[in-house]
């Protein structure tokens, strides 16, 4: 059993989207002690800015590419060995300035030059499993003064579910920033029992994918 954790917080210490995928890569590694995981950190790692270089050599014949797009068509390349050899997936993603962060934005994209996922009518991953986590500072949800701002998890239900076919669940912590925002102190309790909820839906999700894989198996 293999499993894929994509990390894009630019914060390490007191990410909250790190802290909900530990919860499922623990859930994961309880279920599956012998289990690898195959780890991208985009935030601490970001990918060098090659994706011009691999969509040009995507139009390029193979005997005219130049080394800047040999070495990108090679980068995704190994990229899409990542989740081609994974069982199930993490994926933590916060929200900045309303949307994904530049990283996964470009992370996918490079994803998608690469011949085998080009095909966006095509899944990658049909039927696979996965989990996206996801931290917002603000409120997003019914009701919040922002309610339809959240132009991050439209765009990864499109990509992970509809274009490379994951069976995807999602565990989103609002309010975030509500400890340290003075604006937001009387937000403080609520904050407090959505992260608790996330928490318990992330685990919830990583104990039904983990009892999924191994009834398949």
């Known amino acids: 059993m293999r499993f894929f954790r994509l990390d894009s917080s630019l ?50 014949p193979e005997e005219a590419r130049t080394g800047e797009q040999r070495s990108a068509g090679a980068l995704a390349g190994r990229l899409v060995d990542e989740l081609l050899e994974s069982d199930a997936y993490i ?10 962060p530049q990283q996964v934005k470009h992370w996918i994209d490079l994803i998608i030059t690469d011949p085998r996922a080009d095909d966006v009518n095509r899944p990658l991953l049909p039927g696979r499993p996965a989990v996206l986590v996801e931290a917002r500072g603000g409120g997003y949800g019914p009701g919040r003064g922002r309610e339809g701002w959240d132009h991050v998890t439209p765009y990864l239900s499109r990509i992970l579910g509809d274009v490379w076919g ?38 919830d999700h990583a104990i039904s994918i983990a009892r999924r894989l191994r009834t398949a198996a």
């Open 11 to 60: 914060h390490v210490d007191g990410s909250v989207s790190r802290a909900l995928a530990d919860v499922v890569q623990q859930e994961w590694s309880r279920a599956y002690p012998a289990a690898g995981f195959i780890r991208r950190d985009l935030g601490c790692h970001p990918l060098p800015p090659v994706w011009p270089a691999a969509i040009a050599g995507r139009m390029t």
């Open 91 to 100: 994926f933590a993603v916060p929200m900045y300035n309303f949307g994904v």
């Open 166 to 203: 994951l069976d995807l669940a999602i565990a989103s912590a609002e309010l975030t920033v509500a400890d340290t925002n003075p604006a937001m102190a009387h937000l403080r309790g609520l904050a407090r029992r959505q992260r608790a909820d996330a928490h318990a839906a992330a685990r």
